[in-house]
């Protein structure tokens, strides 16, 4: 078990911890991020979105070289540009990259509440209807916010909001419309469902990940699920059939997409169970009162 997640076992369960960065100093994954070299812009996000999942992350320095290179060069006055360009702002980035300066203690930051007001402004949570967002990306890649919004970007958009509604600010009433929106959206489609033919919505959405990447996970559908109450049952059981298939022999769940791009680090290989999903699952199960596990 890496030390990292060991730091946050500790952590969780409220006990005495001395010194945390001698953890993060003993950590296999913190060293493998501390490697990493001649990133691009995508991969230094994947980085920092990967480190922010690593408590107290945010004192390394190699976390604090990639926030200095967002803040230059991905932050614009609109939200997060995965290109440092204005008009390349997209959802998924600009979600992703605010959930991870949340988890970074830098959720009251102006970059990042730049990014959140750019989701109160512009993001969709239903089919036929118009953004105002006028950027050039925002049709491309499949089509970011056309007439029917890209399920990942609504994925990604409701997990950040999550985290930002738990860690930053539990009373900002849009923010709490925006996921009860973006749920209803996504329990629609059963989480992870056409609703023209039942299939998968996108690839490796049924698929385990840690940390996220760009892809729409089922681990990405999990923590939503986890966090939301008075979830719709009949719309939760696809979910749950999904995980139980999923189970190891040992009683946990593997992380089973690597997602590759230099900067992007998985917590762990495939072969054996992955502590950070399984926990992750695990509060799913104690959250909607499962028993049959």
């Known amino acids: 078990m890496d030390a990292a997640y060991r730091l946050k076992m500790k952590i969780d369960q409220n006990e005495p911890i001395e010194d945390p960065m ?26 920092l979105v990967g480190l922010a999942e690593i408590p107290y992350a945010s004192q390394l320095p190699v ?10 060069t991905i932050a614009m006055s609109d939200g997060f540009s995965y290109t440092g360009k204005a008009e390349d702002i997209v959802p998924c980035y600009n979600a ?20 959140l007001m750019w989701i109160k402004n512009y993001q969709l949570f239903e089919r036929n209807q118009t953004t105002s ?13 056309r007439k029917t919004p890209c399920y990942i970007d609504i994925g990604k958009t409701v997990r950040a909001l999550i985290t930002y509604q738990k860690m930053v600010d539990q009373t900002d009433p849009q923010v709490k419309k ?50 939301t109450p008075d979830l719709d ?14 189970q190891t022999k040992t009683k946990g769940w ?21 502590p950070w ?12 009162s499962l028993k049959s596990f």
């Open 96 to 115: 992703m990259l605010l959930k991870a300066y949340v988890r970074l203690g830098l959720g009251q930051k102006l970059s990042a509440q730049r990014a």
């Open 133 to 145: 967002w006028t950027g050039r990306d925002i049709c491309q890649h499949g089509g970011c916010l």
């Open 22 to 47: 001698i953890y993060l100093e003993q950590s296999q994954i913190v060293k493998k991020y501390e490697q990493q070299e001649n990133l691009s812009a995508l991969g230094k996000i994947f980085a």
């Open 63 to 72: 976390t604090q070289s990639l926030i200095q290179y967002v803040e230059k």
């Open 178 to 227: 925006m996921i009860t929106d973006g749920v209803m959206y996504m329990e629609k489609h059963q989480w992870f469902k056409r609703l023209s033919n039942g299939q998968p919505i996108s690839a490796h959405i049924t698929e385990n990940m840690f940390p996220q990447g760009y892809v729409l996970s089922l681990t990405d559908l999990i923590y939503i699920a986890s966090h």
């Open 277 to 288: 999903i399984t926990e992750m699952i695990l509060h799913f199960i104690r959250t909607n």
């Open 254 to 274: 593997k992380n089973e997409y690597i997602y590759r791009y230099n900067g992007y680090q998985p917590f762990s290989m495939r072969r054996q169970d992955c």
């Open 233 to 246: 049952q009949a719309a939760l059981r696809p979910l749950i059939e999904l995980l139980k298939m999923k």
